[in-house]
């Protein structure tokens, strides 16, 4: 008799990157955010906010909070200096569809958790009581989605294979034709299935590692900046600092002062 496979339900996973409170300060005016992980934002009173590719202005009103996909390259601006919460984030398994800046208005819930959130977060914000705070805000907020905005993320061996040889070997120059031939697929074929599964181009899926990877360096280790570089195959360290900040939304030395206890906010 045939046997029959079924394939597992696609649980989504949940990664949190960063947990941060600060004041905004002139960089965030007309910045482009990198469409690279998932991020929330709430500010404490009004006078900033985003820039949609549409050219529209969206302003970070205190009263909600704002989740903005990987992929939506929207830019920011800022009138005033207010006190921001963010939270980046990564989702598994599954995807939004579009690229929308979702705005949640805040409810009793949200608001307990918020409140919890920053004033765990000013305490220490690498404590476990901080990031499972923060945790919660995100996966609160994520439940609050309209139920059609999420959808399960196909599955490809082949795509995960490739996602993981540029995890392994992040300081490698991966081109997409190098990767297409060992998988079995046309340049054009490869880059088009790899953005299906993962919502995102090999390119960006690789820098995304890399400067994940820099940040955990910075923060677990007392390596020079040139030393980073190497790891994570950026050859030019002004370019990387000029890239880590559009990423981590601060420079790598004050970053890894704060990460590493060593400034305050």
């Known amino acids: 008799m045939k046997k029959t496979t079924i394939s597992p339900f696609l649980r989504p996973g949940f990664q949190l990157e960063v947990a941060h409170i600060q004041l ?47 992929a939506t390259r929207a830019g920011s601006y800022s009138e005033d200096s207010p006190e921001q919460l963010f939270l980046h984030f990564h989702l598994e398994n599954c995807r939004v569809k579009g690229t929308p800046v979702f705005t949640i208005p805040l409810d009793d819930t949200l608001r307990n958790l918020l409140v919890q959130t920053r004033e765990l977060l000013r305490q220490q914000e690498n404590s476990p009581a901080a990031q499972f705070s923060s945790i919660a805000l995100a996966t609160a907020a994520l439940a609050r989605l309209p139920t059609d905005a999420l959808i399960v993320a196909e599955s490809d061996s082949r795509i995960v294979q490739a996602c993981e040889l ?34 995102i181009t090999p390119h960006h899926y690789l820098q995304e590692i890399r400067y994940a990877l820099a940040a955990q360096l910075l923060e677990s280790t007392s390596l020079s900046i040139g030393e ?13 600092s000029r890239e880590f900040k559009r990423y981590h939304e601060r420079s790598p030395s004050l970053y890894r002062k704060v990460r590493q206890g060593v400034a305050q906010m």
């Not at 690279?36 to 820039?51: A, E, K, V």
């Not at 995890?167 to 991966?174: G, I, L, N, S, Y």
């Not at 990767?179 to 074929?189: D, G, M, V």
């Open 24 to 70: 905004i300060d002139p960089h965030w005016n007309h910045a482009q955010l990198p469409g690279i992980h998932w991020r929330l934002y709430h500010n404490d009173r009004p006078g900033s906010g985003l820039i949609h590719p549409d050219g529209s202005r969206i302003e970070l009103a205190p009263d909600s909070l704002y989740l903005i996909p990987p």
């Open 166 to 199: 540029m995890q392994a070997h992040p300081e490698k120059p991966w081109r997409n034709s190098e990767l297409a031939e060992r998988f079995y697929f046309s340049t054009n074929a490869f880059t088009r299935r790899f953005r299906e599964v993962m919502g």
């Open 228 to 240: 980073i570089c190497e790891k994570i195959g950026v050859r030019d360290p002004f370019h990387f």
